[in-house]
């Protein structure tokens, strides 16, 4: 090298010495260096809400994503074997030490100002924290707020909250009261709440207002434990408020919409049903159920068992399979003669989307996927950014595709119907990546959902415990629609059927983490 004249590495700039005689550096050259990161990419919201959070399984596998580095290239930044970096990525494996999460942050260049105070690692997490948070409600009449979705829009739920007057067993009494008994007859959703101290932590039980069941007397309401506030029911009375408000609020023009003219195949002159001046939520209802009447339409033309695609990536998305009930009719359709015997559906959800999605909305989307599970048909989960645009279709290999796309569909549902070869080579290969690369992989279901708890970041104990108490007492009394177009019937199975398949996975009993 010329005195004076600098060369850099071509890959992380770092000034190369004499000893180099090609463009990289050592490091560079053996896969061991961290590449340059723009700034950008720590401002993006998925990555500095992970970094906020100190989630590092999260922060490594964005980085990997963005970067292109192996496990392996990772790994040995840290010192470790590239299986801990599997573990930590697929949220099986957590750092607890303030050493480690430092020499983390380090090694991957995050920037300083973006990095909270460290968790305090050293004090347990109380069972609040780890178990789904628990929410309060103030003493007396008040208003909760329903936080807005991407296209549910946030809802207020008025609240009558007080003291438990007595427990009995595996149900809360709420003593009667003028007030209360005013409430239960309220025709707008309400909740009714009592507040009592557990393990030294004040939390809250609530039911709908209209749901309440009276002792032999007559007098008391009963709330069971079962209807604890935290995110388990927050994410079923989240979905259930707003879905039902919306469709509600669209009630007499909905009753012209949901029936629209079957479309044509692919290449006809496609017709888009009229959405606008519904809300959200309608117009959900009503793309969803164009399309799941387009495919039962087809069932004679696809002439065989096919392999699904969804479109769905959250749990507000994914809540329409658990609350509409077409959707859960469509489901009775199509599941198959033998479970479990080649009908799957596959899943996009990259891993961005579960790293913003609160997890409410990820129980919904377990809950959800489950339900699938229910019906014998295999789930398979991606995380392959790339596919997350893909229109949603119904495959029968080598024969015909029928797609059905309403998630996400820029302004109404799309279908169409297509036997052309190159579209079904696509849709094919699309399947087949999708059941490879599945990062839910089991070989029963009872493996593929302790994959996908685990994936969301969910605690399979919690799961398990909360929907078996669920399955034993059902969902009625706590979130009951109002409007017709909605049941608790498909999530009622969803949750009897996790707790009893998660069990032998978890190794927990009913009731056992009460």
Known sequence: MARGVERHCSVC??????????????????GDAVPRVERAFWSEPAVEAAIRAWDLGTVVRLFRQHTGLAQAAVARLVNIDQAEVSRLERGRKKIRDRRQLEQW???????????????????????????????????????????AGRNLPPTVLPTLAGPVASLQGDTLWLTSSGEAEAWSRMPLRALLAVHHSRDGIQRHFVMDARGGVRDEAGSPFAIPVAYEFDDFTLGILWAAAG??????????????????????????GRQPI??????????????SRACARFILDQ???????????TREQRGEEAATWLLFEHKHRYLELTAPARAHDGVGRAFCVPHPEVATSPMYERVLLFLAIALMESYGITTWVTDEVDLQQTEGFA??????????????????????????????RA??????????????????????????????????????HRCGQFAAVGTTRLARPRSHHLSLDALDRACGYVAAELRSETGASAGATR
Request: aromatic content about 4%; some cysteine.
């Open 105 to 147: 942050s380090e090694a991957l260049g995050v920037p300083s100002e973006l990095l909270g105070p460290l968790p305090d690692v050293d004090r347990p997490s109380s069972t609040a924290d780890s178990l789904g948070r628990h929410r309060t409600l103030a003493e007396g009449p008040g208003q909760f707020l329903l936080p």
């Open 427 to 464: 849709f094919a290969d699309i399947t087949a990546h999708a059941r490879g690369h599945t990062v839910t992989a089991g070989t029963t279901p009872g493996e593929r959902l302790a994959a996908t708890s685990d994936y969301l970041g969910l605690d399979r104990a919690w799961l398990t």
């Open 243 to 268: 879905f039902d408000s919306a469709i509600l609020g669209d009630d007499a023009a909905l009753h012209g919409e949901l029936d629209p003219p079957s479309q044509h195949s692919l290449g006809a």
């Open 299 to 309: 069932r004679d033309e696809l002439a065989g068992d096919p392999v699904f695609w």
């Open 395 to 424: 495959l029968v290999p080598g024969h015909r595709a029928a797609i059905a796309t309403w998630v996400r569909a820029e302004s109404a549902p799309q279908t169409a119907l297509t036997a052309g070869a190159r579209s079904l």
């Open 274 to 287: 009229t959405v606008d001046g519904l809300t959200d939520g309608s117009q959900m209802l009503v793309g």
């Open 13 to 30: 700039r770092a000034t190369l010495s004499r000893f180099n005689a090609g463009p990289q550096c050592g490091p560079c050259q053996r």
